[in-house]
């Protein structure tokens, strides 16, 4: 089927589309709902940030969707990305689900690791009630709403009540020379009292034409439950890449996610925490690199709907080249969420003059009984730190990597998923050699490099100061 222009993202394609993945005529509406949503929303619905809309604006018309299905050699596809270790994955080339391992022993206890369409095949009702309940819901952001619309493909994730995984599942999304836009819905569930750390990864293959990555994600934590997420992505330069998050927390819930961006042309990311249950917790760290022409948009809000509840974001990046990144963030209090407590905040490192950062951080505190603060600061790399260390034999491009990776430390030594936070810094150091390092396991990491990141840091009291780089 030719490929379609961007006009066609239509009325037409949205029934066409649900009509190709055979789905039922209450999911169909629903994606209609959310068309009418794309139509009349603007791409910025925040008085305070559309005077960036323009600077960071995503456009739509170089992608295009076709019907037809990716057909994909496991092994030549996957071949070099893959150790042979991996264990409880799924795979996806482009918009195909290539390959699911799940172990014995988590398929007895009820785990699920599938595609979103399998789920909806397997446990309609279930998958229809968290359609009908989303957390990232199209009527709150223009690309929200297309994605709800118009996805393709999707994974769905579920620890059952009660089950506590001690290792982690994995996603790896593959990309090469996609024939059409990867638009993803995504669920990932741990029911109550269930302990879940789940890792996403995106990479391209190889140089490929123009494409387009979208997904949604919810992250789900019931009551008493504890998520570990993490998201890395490693696209090529001609990708652009398109987020929504949404984690909605319970009570004596707990949630962390934890992401990596170092891929993609352009890239926008929302996130929201939503705390609705007495005593939840959500904890987020964002991590960038940009270089050459890329332009990331961030925006990460943290909403306190309910007592005795914490929330924490940290975002900390490095910009070179002439690339440019926004980060915007919300702490919101609303009236019932007594004795909660928040931080927000956004560092930057810029290394060269023509790139530029900007950190747009507010608050909306409508109790008096909370602790909230929010900090953001962007600065050129420090001068007396590089001459320290030239003066003790390292080089100027030796001595500007150390300076990097310790101002990331602070962040990346708090991200609790060992894997993610080993593999980081590894990636990012790669990154500044010029290298494309995908995430590997502690083995291999070892064997590359020697030595692996230290031990997660307790966490610290942060909301008794207002941290602010130097």
Same mark, same amino acid.
């Given at each position: 089927? #030719? ?66 299905? !990716? ?15 991996? !264990? ?26 599938? #595609? ?192 005795? #509840?914490?929330? !924490? ?158």
């Amino acid at each position: 089927m #030719s490929q379609a222009s961007v006009s066609s993202f239509n009325e037409d394609l949205v029934r066409s589309t649900s009509e190709s993945l055979g789905e039922p005529s209450w999911l169909r509406d629903a994606r209609l709902d959310s068309f009418g949503h794309f139509t009349r929303l603007p791409p910025e619905k925040n008085p305070l940030y559309t005077k960036y809309a323009g600077l960071f604006g995503l456009s739509l018309e170089k992608f295009g969707v076709t019907q037809a299905r !990716s057909d994909i050699d496991f092994r030549s596809f996957f071949g070099g990305f893959l150790t042979g270790k991996e !264990s409880n994955i799924l795979l996806q080339g482009n918009e195909t689900q290539v390959h699911r391992e799940l172990s014995e022993d988590l398929v007895s206890l009820g785990v699920n690791l599938m #595609s979103f369409h399998d789920a909806l095949r397997e446990e309609e009702t279930k998958v229809r009630k968290l359609i009908e309940a989303r957390v990232v819901r199209s009527e709150s952001d223009k690309f929200a709403a297309f994605v709800n619309a118009f996805f393709n493909c999707g994974t769905f994730v579920r620890v059952p009540r009660g089950v506590a995984l001690d290792k982690p599942l994995r996603r790896m999304l593959l990309l090469d020379s996609p024939r059409t836009s990867v638009i993803e819905q995504n669920f990932v569930i741990a029911e109550e009292g269930a302990r879940l750390v789940y890792l996403e990864e995106q990479y391209s293959k190889g140089a490929s034409s123009p494409a387009f990555v979208a997904a949604t994600t919810e992250i789900l934590a019931r009551p008493n439950s504890h998520v570990d997420f993490s998201s890395i992505q490693l696209l090529d330069d001609q990708t652009t890449h398109l987020s929504n998050k949404g984690v909605d927390v319970s009570a004596d819930a707990r949630a962390t996610m934890s992401s990596l961006s170092l891929g993609a042309s352009t890239s926008r990311s929302r996130t929201n925490f939503f705390l609705n249950g007495r005593g939840s917790f959500a904890e987020g760290f964002e991590i960038f690199f940009t270089d050459g022409k890329q332009r990331y948009d961030y925006e990460t809000n943290l909403v306190h709907n309910s007592p005795d #509840s914490t929330g !924490s974001t940290q975002a900390r990046g490095v910009l070179k080249g002439d690339s440019q990144t926004i980060f915007k963030g919300m702490i919101k209090i609303v009236n019932a969420a007594k004795n909660s407590r928040s931080y927000l905040a956004h560092h930057a490192m810029i290394l060269e003059r023509t790139a530029k950062s900007d950190g747009v951080p507010s608050l909306e505190i409508d109790n008096n009984e909370v602790k909230a603060t929010h900090s953001a600061s962007v600065a050129q790399i420090d001068e007396e730190q590089l001459f320290y260390l030239m003066a003790r034999g390292l080089s100027p491009d030796e001595a500007k990597k150390m300076v990097v990776l310790g101002f990331f430390e602070p962040v990346l030594s708090r991200v609790p998923i060992e894997q993610t936070r080993e593999g980081a810094r590894f990636m990012i150091e790669g990154k500044w050699h010029g290298e494309k390092r995908r995430l590997v396991d502690r083995e291999a990491l070892l064997a590359a490099t020697g030595e692996v990141t230290p031990e997660v840091k307790e966490s610290e009291d942060i909301f008794e100061r207002h941290y602010k780089y130097r």
